[in-house]
């Protein structure tokens, strides 16, 4: 888990691991067969993802074969995507994070440009910009979008008369009444940092609500999170829940395994997260998929409350690779309705696609029916990484402290605010 950004990621391992043969990017061979390596992390959903489409592909295109090979996701994996492009050896598909993170790649030297490519003939538009740099397009979408805000145990819900909150204060009192009943009302697994960001990055809806010119002051240098009261209160809410007492024993050293297990089995009512944790909670749990939902964190208006998404990561073609043409197939591929089917094959779909024509299955799992209502109503606004490319490396461990008690709000606000300029100057920002 890097800085603002937000994924799912199973344990680092400190080396690339092959999930298949070793086969390097060679020429064609004799058979005309080519041969394409695929990086991914090794998140367990990701992995089941890639092998069904990977499969899928290699049936409608006999002429390609894919090596899939596994990278650790944080800053570890970070780090190996950064260092491969930067040698030219990275793998001719790459899967990783569409937003912010793609800036730091430097795309129009390490990237193969895809701009008016017939590759993205079946991306939604409205998804370009968040694998663009500087008008140019380097990515297609890989998997569905996400929620970030609340997931909640529905029959908890039921149990205790609980109906789903659309203010602050009503999920606060939501949550006197789950500590009333013995249950952990807020889950917090502060052992893996990066899941203390929910409270401040999955209330980016309501801070455009209220400011919907913040981001764009925030990329300028213009607008700050400490001085910036629709932005403060991400980091207000996160230390109220800690200091009402809401929170589950043990938060500072529970990990994101611990979590999931608490909400499943109904010994906490909410958990704030993205809705992509729920693939690899399905396996253990097979009831969650209808039992446990997702809503957005509540603001402080009732009358304006949706929830903040996090698009779909992005499949990218390093300039490196020595066969662009057969990654440009398969990226075609994972941007099409076949390629989205082979997804939601491999993986149940946590949210909506952003290919056209894609569909979730009949079946899909309340998290997404939940995620898709906020979406087709308008009620949702992209998180800050998909619209300024300002971030800092050391959120989540401001959050921690936040939400321990340790710092206060402003005081966190603050440091995050100074976090942040270093990578705005790397960046060439104008007003940095």
């Known amino acids: 888990m890097k800085a603002a950004c937000l994924r799912v990621a199973a344990a680092a391992t400190a080396v690339v691991t092959s999930l298949t043969s070793c086969g390097s990017s060679e020429p064609t061979s004799a058979d005309g067969t080519v041969t394409l390596k695929l990086l991914i992390d090794n998140a367990e959903a990701t992995v089941a993802a890639a092998e069904s489409v990977v499969r899928a592909f290699e049936a409608a295109e006999p002429t390609v074969e894919i090596d899939t090979e596994t990278r ?59 694998v663009s740099h500087q008008d140019k397009v380097y990515g297609v979408p890989a998997g569905t979008a996400a929620g970030g805000g609340i997931l909640y145990n529905r029959k908890v819900y039921a149990d205790l ?13 939501n949550n006197d009444k789950v500590k009333a009943a013995g249950l952990a009302p807020v889950i917090s697994t502060f052992k893996e ?74 010994k906490g009512a909410h958990y704030p997260m993205l809705t992509g944790v729920m693939p690899a909670l399905i396996e253990q749990y097979p009831s969650v998929k209808t039992d446990i939902g997702f809503f957005g964190i509540p603001g402080d208006d009732p009358g304006t409350h949706g929830a903040t998404v996090w698009e779909p990561a992005g499949a990218y073609i390093p300039a490196s690779s020595e066969h662009v043409d057969a990654a440009k197939k398969f990226l075609a591929f994972i941007a099409s309705p076949a390629g989205a089917q082979a997804f939601s094959e ?23 029916r939940d995620l898709s209502a906020y979406i087709e109503s308008g009620a949702s606004a992209p998180a800050l990484e998909f619209v300024s490319p300002v971030k800092g490396p050391s959120l989540e461990q401001i959050t921690v402290a936040v939400g321990s008690g340790l710092t206060t709000p402003a005081e966190g606000a603050a440091q995050y605010d100074k976090d942040v300029e270093k990578q705005a100057r790397q960046l060439g920002l104008a007003g940095w």
């Not at 730091?104 to 030297?109: E, G, I, K």
Request: proline share 6%; hydrophobic share 45%; net charge negative.
């Open 193 to 266: 940092t990066w899941t203390s960001q929910l409270f401040v990055l999955g209330d980016f809806y309501n801070v455009q609500a209220a400011v919907p010119a913040f981001a764009a002051g925030y990329t300028a240098n213009k607008a700050k999170y400490a001085t910036t009261p629709a932005a403060l209160s991400g980091f207000r809410k996160l230390a109220e829940v800690h200091a009402a007492g809401l929170l589950n024993d043990g938060f500072g050293s529970a990990t994101l395994d611990n979590g999931l297990k608490l909400l499943a089995e109904g």
């Open 72 to 130: 650790p996701g944080g800053a570890e994996g970070d780090n190996i995507v950064k260092t491969r492009l930067s040698t030219g050896e990275m793998a001719d598909v790459f899967w990783y994070n569409s937003g912010s993170l793609i800036q730091a790649l430097n795309p129009s030297q390490t990237l193969v440009d895809l701009t008016g490519d017939p590759v993205l003939a079946n991306v939604q538009e409205s998804y370009l910009p968040v």
């Open 161 to 173: 008369g609980l109906e789903t909150p659309r203010s602050w204060a009503e999920f606060m009192a």
């Open 346 to 368: 491999g993986v149940a779909p946590t949210g909506p696609y952003r290919i056209k024509g894609a569909e979730l299955p009949e079946d899909v799992i309340q998290v997404a």
